[in-house]
């Protein structure tokens, strides 16, 4: 069955236009009745980022759950992660996060978690999908069966104390300028204030929301101002979070950025000098970098990659027994505390290393020097120049070329008719010299 609401990361789209309080009225009444299962009151837990879409789409969720009665307990501006963890924590039945992540504030996005905690299945968010657009009238709850919803308070203290949990109880951040950049999204009270807790002299900025500047200029997209202040206030780590707080990117003492691929080689040698890395590796996306691969290698851990989304990234991990994975962009996942990307967890990880070892985070965090990486798109029409012959023996002799001393990755967009084409070798001359090779082969095929 094709997937008319549901994209990678639930259901997301431009509020009040292909988003509407229509649609999320739908997705909570079908999404209640998926999960309105025995006899017991049911719940469901609603928690939010800043955009001031939220407020329109969690009225139109509660009308939606409550109606087939679930009762809903609404978070109010919380991370995802923190969603998931008091989906488990609160044993409700469902969890929801509205939000649209990195994205700016005229989009915005509903994810679901199940009870466990985790985001749902193809076949689950199917099964959802297949209500939705279905007369549901005959299906709704008895007006004495009607659910209730009510706001929950002190919800932010559950997750700052979860989050310096996963710390050792002696943890301190002391004698660290830690600057956090909050995005202006979901995170703006609880990053600083555990930052704080924890000893930190803390620094925010992206602390005030207004309902319209959620990652406008701020956040893990757009780490210039995180760099210009670390710089300023002479800190020594600066931690860029995006508008749900699920991925980070980190800037050392000297204003350079820290990313994904970096923070997986620190927090995976890190735990496999204490003993808890499973799996002996880590799980990434073919976007990681070589230079990662080859780095971690020769520390006796391994890499398994998936394709491109953290829920690939999520399930490799689960089927295989790994704890520690992410993507180059900044998701970091880390099971034994997170059933999700949690930017402020990830970001508490590193900061541990950094305080343990007394060494400046730009010495900590380069554990190797990337590999130069070319990425180009193609853009085309109908038909799909993959197919082509001409392309095909281009991309077998650009891989031949590469050999043994670097990669080609060539896949399609999932969301747009383009086709991506990336390398990445030990020589950025022949990388570049394949990498146009094959674009132009497309471009003609494309013609």
């Not at 991925?247 to 000297?254: A, N, S, T, Y």
């Not at 070319?374 to 082509?388: A, C, H, I, Q, S």
């Not at 086709?419 to 497309?442: C, N, T």
Request: net charge negative; proline share 3%.
């Amino acid at each position: 069955m094709s997937r008319k609401y549901f994209g990678t990361d639930g259901v997301r789209g431009r509020a009040n236009a292909t988003l509407t309080a229509d649609i999320a009225l739908r997705v909570g009444m079908a999404a209640g009745l998926v999960f309105r299962r025995g006899e017991h009151r049911h719940r469901v837990v609603i928690g939010k980022d800043t955009r001031l879409s939220g407020y329109m789409i969690e009225n139109a969720l509660v009308a939606g759950f409550t109606s087939v009665g679930m009762e809903v307990l609404l978070l109010g501006p919380m991370p995802t992660p923190a969603v998931g963890l008091l989906t488990r924590s609160m044993r409700a039945d469902l969890g929801v996060m509205i939000s649209a992540s990195h994205n700016p504030f005229d989009d915005n996005g509903i994810k679901l978690f199940g009870p466990d905690g985790f985001k749902l299945s193809d076949e689950v968010e199917r099964e959802i999908e297949s209500l939705i657009d279905q007369d549901l009238s005959r299906r709704l709850a008895k007006p004495e069966e009607i659910g209730r919803a009510r706001r929950l308070e002190g919800v932010h203290a559950r997750y700052i104390e979860y989050a310096k949990g996963t710390l050792p109880r002696d943890q301190t951040f002391e004698g660290l300028r830690v600057v956090v950049d909050c995005a202006n999204g979901a995170a703006y009270r609880v990053a600083p204030e555990a930052l704080w807790e924890l000893g930190a002299d803390v620094v925010a900025i992206g602390v005030e929301p207004d309902g319209l500047n959620i990652n406008r200029d701020v956040g893990s997209t757009s780490p210039e101002a995180l760099s210009a202040k670390v710089r300023e206030v002479r800190a020594d780590i600066g931690i860029a979070l995006d508008g749900d707080a699920d991925r980070v990117i980190l800037v050392d003492e000297k204003g350079h950025l820290v990313d994904g691929d970096q923070l997986m080689a620190v927090v995976a040698e890190s735990f496999k000098a204490d003993g808890r890395l499973t799996g002996n590796g880590i799980v990434a996306t073919v976007m990681s970098n070589l230079g990662l691969e080859r780095h971690l290698a020769a520390q006796g851990i391994g890499l398994a990659r998936t394709a491109v989304g953290d829920r690939y990234v999520l399930e490799r991990m689960r089927a295989d027994g790994y704890n520690v994975g992410g993507e180059q962009s900044g998701h970091l996942i880390l099971t034994d505390f997170s059933t999700t990307g949690d930017g402020l967890v990830a970001a508490l990880q590193v900061l541990a290393v950094v305080a343990r070892q007394g060494r400046p985070v730009s010495e900590i965090c380069h554990r190797f020097d990337p590999l130069p990486q070319v990425l180009k798109n193609v853009r085309y029409g109908t038909g799909m120049p993959l197919d082509d012959a001409n392309v095909q023996t281009t991309i077998a002799d650009a891989e031949r070329r590469l050999s043994n001393r670097g990669r080609l990755l060539i896949r399609r967009s999932g969301t747009e008719p383009v086709i991506r084409v990336m390398g990445e070798g030990d020589d950025r001359d022949l990388v570049e010299e394949v990498v146009d090779d094959v674009i132009d082969a497309l471009k003609r095929a494309a013609a």
